[in-house]
T-cell receptor, first 107, second 117 residues
């Protein structure tokens, strides 16, 4: 299974755009890239999934370059409530979480 | 649908006792996952099922842990005998692959916080 590497932590301010990059050099042809968000004392929550190029939903955008060896989760105009741990996963059926990125948003 | 339902929400037990955690997945989902989360080890996949059949249990820490899925609407994770190092939050999740043959979105339960004293 492809291993992912992402920053341990990031800080930002309310109203800013936040980009979290994940590297997955060994991604397989049939792997998809999925991001989850986890708040304290809750289970992870799906944010977005993509295979290539760009995917956008009401919460975030996911940018995937042509070689698919990395991906970037973009959160537009973050608020305090976006403070959470964000996980990048690659795979098809087996869902394995890495260490995640602890995002802290300040007023 | 009420989402993935786990019970109990909290469990405190003494070392050596048997613990059974329960999970009701979302109706129609064909994958079920059990995870354990601790500060030290993060979110670990213990085992997952596809159509009630265990596919990969390589994450189960040792023989004290066992999981079953007797039907599409129920799964259990059992620890016997329990030890203090088993203290963690245990999450159950379910997902549906449909024709895509991949998990598009896993839905997690609220978790069971287990404390073994």
């Amino acid at each position: 299974l492809a291993k992912t590497t992402q920053p341990i932590s990031m800080d930002s301010y309310e109203g800013q755009e936040v980009n979290i990059t994940c590297s997955h050099n060994n991604i397989a042809t049939n792997d998809y890239i999925t991001w989850y968000q986890q708040f304290p004392s809750q289970g992870p929550r799906f944010i977005i999934q993509g295979y290539k190029t760009k995917v956008t939903n009401e919460v975030a955008s996911l940018f995937i370059p042509a070689d698919r060896k990395s991906s970037t989760l973009s959160l537009p105009r973050v608020s305090l409530s976006d403070t959470a741990v964000y996980y990048c996963l690659v795979g098809a059926s087996k869902i394995i979480f890495g260490s995640g990125t602890r995002l802290s948003i300040r007023p | 649908d009420a989402g993935v339902i786990q019970s109990p929400r909290h469990e405190v037990t003494e070392m050596g006792q048997e613990v059974t955690l329960r999970c009701k997945p979302i109706s129609g989902h064909d994958y079920l996952f059990w995870y354990r989360q601790t500060m030290m080890r993060g979110l670990e996949l213990l085992i997952y099922f596809n159509n009630n059949v265990p596919i990969d249990d390589s994450g189960m820490p040792e023989d004290r842990f066992s999981a079953k899925m007797p039907n599409a609407s129920f799964s259990t994770l059992k620890i016997q005998p329990s030890e203090p190092r088993d203290s963690a939050v245990y999450f159950c999740a379910s997902s549906w692959t449909g024709s895509t043959l991949r998990n598009t979105e896993a839905f997690f339960g609220q978790g069971t916080r287990l404390t073994v004293v």
